[in-house]
């Protein structure tokens, strides 16, 4: 007979099964069909979710690990195995599947705090690509790639509800009300709302 978890219990969690959960997931959503390559998909995901967990960029992770893919070599099957032929709308659905499908339950049950983040990405790239935006200097530089996140607490954790990219075209008017519409498509019904500097800046 299975003992039932009194109020205050807590369950264990290893690194080793959060990091599989989330190849797991990742390979639901970017499956890269490799067969007879010298690395196997699992290792491919493991590197870049490395990369991803300790904020640290791909080349440095490359280089700091053993056994892994060149950074070269993982570039090239991130944009002929993974991405092939995705666009950038079809490559953010996939990920907010992502995000929905890890979501915790009985998240609507109940009004939420929510709050609506801008992240802006250095770009020190000096060719033109049609997604960088422009904005105010920061980190020597003033182009990003930019994007826009909601997210909730829940038991004091940061529980990320969707997000969007944030192209040059797009007013902060129009990422508010897409972010907006996608957290209550979730069924989440919205208690107060918190916007980031950026957003209350142009506002």
Known sequence: M?????????????SEQVRNNAIGVVMKQFDMQI??????????????L??????????????????????SLLYTYMKDKA??????????????????STLPPRLNEHPQKVAI????????????TEDIRRSQAKKSTTKFFCYASAY???????????????????TLFEVLVK???MVLA?????????????FARHI
Not at 35 to 47: L, S, V
């Open 2 to 14: 299975t003992t039932p978890l009194l109020k205050n219990d807590t369950i264990e969690i290893t």
């Open 35 to 48: 067969n007879g390559y010298k690395y196997t998909q699992n290792e491919i995901w493991d590197t870049l």
């Open 50 to 71: 490395y990369a991803s967990a300790s904020n640290k960029s791909i080349n440095y992770t490359c280089m700091k690990l053993e056994n892994v893919p060149s950074c």
């Open 83 to 100: 991405l092939k032929d995705l666009s950038l709308v079809e490559i953010e659905k996939r990920c907010n599947d992502m995000i929905i």
């Open 117 to 128: 983040d801008l992240v802006l990405i250095p770009f020190y790239g000096d060719e033109d």
């Open 152 to 170: 909730l607490i829940r038991k004091n954790k940061r529980v990320t509800l969707c997000f969007t990219f944030v192209r040059p075209s797009d």
């Open 179 to 181: 972010v907006l519409t």
């Open 186 to 198: 979730l069924g989440i019904q919205i208690k107060r709302l918190y916007l980031d500097r950026e």
